[in-house]
């Protein structure tokens, strides 16, 4: 079946560590999105790519960086320069010819301590 | 303000119960989308709809684009049915396909 992935399901860094989250899509779509959700609120963009070798800044872009050098795959880096990174994070693709548009991962749960 | 209100934040009902979620939007909008997240944090895609009504099971959604509102119902409602539901727009506004969120509708369904 096709979705998304998104791996490890919790992750732990120490303060000052950069860190990687994974997101890996095998529908075929073109664009990708990164977000970030706290509780209480709704998500927010962090950075979306519409098509491979291009990405472009969301609304909370400062302290993330990404990449996407392979249509399948859209890295999220969070950097030691991000001043809350804990948080709970989803990727997103879409294709809105399909009936619902969007297909969501399962997040990946990030704690620094 | 938030460029997408949902109501209520919070709603406890009994099972069997017929439930309504509300959002309001102030953008124009190419699209509205309802989600559901479960505890375990993942989103599922409801609904994608421009005009009119979808239904698909005991779920029903609903937009009035003149008004700027869409509600959600569940019909029969069941505990399974516990989770946050989320409205989303797609704004004519912003550049690409990018989503705007409201803060979520917690529902919790008691047997």
């Known amino acids: 079946d096709g979705g998304i992935t998104q791996s490890p399901k919790y992750l732990f860094r120490k303060e000052g560590q950069n860190v990687t989250l994974s997101c890996e899509q095998n529908?075929?779509?073109?664009?990708m999105y990164w977000y970030r959700q706290d509780p209480g609120q709704g998500l927010r963009l962090i950075y979306y790519s519409q098509i491979v070798n291009d990405f472009q800044k969301g609304d909370i872009a400062e302290g993330y960086s990404v990449s996407r050098e392979k249509k399948e795959s859209f890295p999220l880096t969070v950097t030691s320069a991000q001043k809350n990174p804990t948080a709970f994070y989803l990727c997103?693709?879409?294709?809105?010819?399909?009936?619902?548009?969007?297909?969501f991962g399962s997040g990946t749960r990030l704690t620094v301590v | 303000k938030n460029e997408v209100e949902q109501s209520p934040q919070n709603l406890t009902a009994q099972e069997g119960e017929f439930i309504t979620i509300n959002c309001s939007y102030s953008v124009g909008i190419s699209a509205l989308h309802w989600l559901q997240q479960h505890p375990g944090g993942g989103i599922v895609s409801l609904f994608m709809?421009?005009?009119g009504k979808k239904k698909h099971g005991r779920l029903i959604a609903t937009i009035n684009i003149q008004e700027k509102h869409s509600s959600l119902h569940i019909t029969a409602s069941h505990p399974r049915d516990s989770a946050v539901y989320i409205c989303?727009?797609?704004?004519?506004?912003?550049?690409?396909?990018?989503?705007?969120f409201g803060e979520g509708t917690q529902l919790t369904v008691n047997p």
């Open positions: 997103a693709s879409s294709d809105l010819d399909s009936p619902y548009g969007y297909t």
């Open positions: 709809l421009s005009s």
């Open positions: 529908l075929n779509h073109d664009a």
């Open positions: 989303a727009v797609r704004s004519w506004e912003t550049s690409g396909s990018r989503l705007t």
